[in-house]
């Protein structure tokens, strides 16, 4: 069976699904098989994908006019027609010619997974590229210290004076998972237990 998913962007009525269900009608599915959502492609609760989605069974092809219509991004793409091909069904878009059922479309299909990989690899390596900038100009990664530095050596002189975790908790009004674990990043450990 072929099943069509349509999608516009804009919810208001400047933007319709005519085009798309023109082409699905001439691609031969039948209309009581359209899926439509009238959402951004970016969101990811689109309520007329999910439905398109667990409504196909295997030997069913979904076809789109566009693949822009069916991912909010490559790997979005990706993950939906591996997805499809697992489950048995095929996927077919009439603007690019993509058809899985086809060798072309299957090359098409690899060739898109190596780029989304490609992709991947490339942006890891910026982060690193600029991790690794940033810590050269001294600026160091992650959240900033809960507790700040004048405090800390406050607690850590009343804990080696002997007051106990919790009443440097009620003191400094600091949580307690916020102390202990500032406490082991700091390597503290209580007198007598070194």
Known sequence: MLVGYM????????QTVD???????AAGVDQR???????????????????????????DTLIVWKLDRLGRSLSHLLAIVTDL?????????????MDTTTPHGELLFSLFG?????????????????????????R??????MIDTETLERITAALDGGASKA?????????????IGTLARIGWTAPGKA
């Open 114 to 138: 190596a780029l989304a990989q490609y992709e991947r690899a490339l942006t890891r390596e910026r982060v690193m590229a600029g991790l690794a900038a940033a810590k050269r100009r001294g």
């Open 7 to 14: 999608r516009v962007s804009s919810a208001d009525d400047r």
């Open 33 to 59: 098989h359209f899926h439509t959502d009238k959402a951004s492609g970016a969101r990811d609760d689109r309520p007329g994908l999910k439905a398109c989605l667990d409504y196909l069974n295997p030997g």
């Open 140 to 145: 160091k990664g992650g959240r900033p210290p």
């Open 85 to 97: 091909k697992t489950r048995g069904i095929a996927f077919r878009s009439l603007t690019e010619q």
């Open 167 to 179: 009443s440097v908790c009620r003191t400094f009004k600091v949580p307690r998972s916020t102390l």
């Open 19 to 25: 085009l798309q269900r023109d082409a699905l009608v």
